[in-house]
């Protein structure tokens, strides 16, 4: 097996990069199972490996404190790390009443509701929340969110964090060797600085497009899962010129979640539609009887988007957690019962 050289010639170890998981932790635990982690040893693996969360803990399933406090835990106890998701990022921003966050959003109202019920167990993840990074770039594997946008990368450039910060940032030394990192809007002033002062901007701010995706006018306009008409929809960046818009200068391969896939059927590893794209869902209900209930595939994807909600949100009572395990270049799923049955988008 190629081993993956760090920033100062060391090994970077075996890493399992989990996609959104959006409160479901019976199927982070069966996706976890899945990989090898051992419940009954408090999720060690026996390999030593380790987890990279993609972000997107929180929100519709019913356990999003339980699932921060355990990625939480173990990025404390150096077995794991995570990145920033738009929806940690949107609880966050209301937590801390910036412009334009001061309501709860349709997505995240139940969640913000448990957080007054337990602010006690909900302050400490509030604050694990606030300082994760918006992206880790190793050597032959980079992890964001949503995508790596050329221009917003400009914009926070000024924030790209050195190696030596990394380390601090992850407080582990065989961890602590990334080539870059975006560093949490939160606790950046420029980021700060460049947060959105109005509700509903026309212009996000370089973070949120990082986070989010950015979007490109639609083919036709759309009514999304809201019902509200859009002209403009989030862009399918893996499938567009590279060029015009994304950093694609070496040959690593980019992990990400946010797009409501599905696990690989007919060998695809990122959805043909953007999500709140109207044939998207039709996409996700003709493909999603014909995915296994757990597998794993090898791929030479250069992109790879793990979150496998597009199978959650058209499934009857099934959530589903992807994985893409490093150096073995595999995406794995695995599946349990959902734990709502009414799902928002
Ligand atoms: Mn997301």
Redesign the pocket.
């Known amino acids: 097996m190629m081993k993956t050289r760090t920033a100062d010639g060391g090994v970077l170890p075996s890493i399992d990069c989990i996609g959104?998981i959006h409160g479901e932790l019976p199927a982070l635990e069966a996706t976890l199972a899945e990989l090898g982690y051992e419940k009954a040893k408090d999720w060690k693996h026996p390999e030593g490996r380790r987890l990279l969360f993609l972000?997107?803990l929180v929100d519709r399933g019913a356990h999003s404190l339980e699932v921060s406090e355990l990625v939480m835990r173990l990025t404390g106890e150096g077995r794991a790390a995570c990145i920033m998701?738009?929806?940690e990022y949107n609880l966050v921003a209301w937590d801390m009443r910036l412009p334009g966050y001061e309501k709860p959003k349709h997505s995240n109202a139940r969640t913000v509701e448990d957080v007054e019920a337990r602010r006690g167990r909900w302050n400490p993840v509030l604050g694990f929340f606030r300082a994760l990074p918006l992206s880790y770039a190793f050597e032959g594997l980079r992890v964001i969110?949503?995508c790596w946008h050329r221009e917003s990368l400009e914009a926070a450039a000024a924030l790209r964090a050195s190696a030596e910060s990394m380390a601090h940032v992850l407080a582990v030394p065989e961890w602590g060797r990334a080539h870059l990192a975006l560093t949490s809007p939160f606790t950046e002033t420029g980021l700060k600085t460049g947060l959105p002062p109005k509700p509903a901007p026309k212009e996000d701010a370089a973070h949120e497009v990082l986070?989010?995706g950015y979007e490109v006018p639609a083919d036709r306009p759309f009514q999304d899962s809201d019902g509200k008409v859009r002209t403009m929809a989030r862009a399918t960046w893996w499938l567009q010129d590279a060029a015009r818009t994304l950093v694609l200068q070496d040959d690593a391969v980019e992990v990400v979640?946010?797009y409501w896939n599905l696990p690989p059927v007919v060998e695809q590893f990122c959805p043909p539609f953007p999500?709140g794209h109207p044939d998207l869902r039709s996409w996700q209900k003709r493909l999603a009887s014909s995915v296994p209930s757990r597998g794993r595939v090898h791929t030479d994807a250069k992109t790879v988007c793990v979150?496998y909600n597009g199978l959650t949100l058209v499934s009857d009572g099934i959530a589903c957690v992807g994985a893409y395990r490093w150096p073995e270049r595999e995406v794995v799923w695995a599946t349990a019962a959902r734990t709502r049955t009414v799902l928002d988008d």
Do not use: E, L
């Open positions: 959104d972000g997107d998701g738009n929806h969110h949503a986070i989010k979640g946010h999500s979150d």
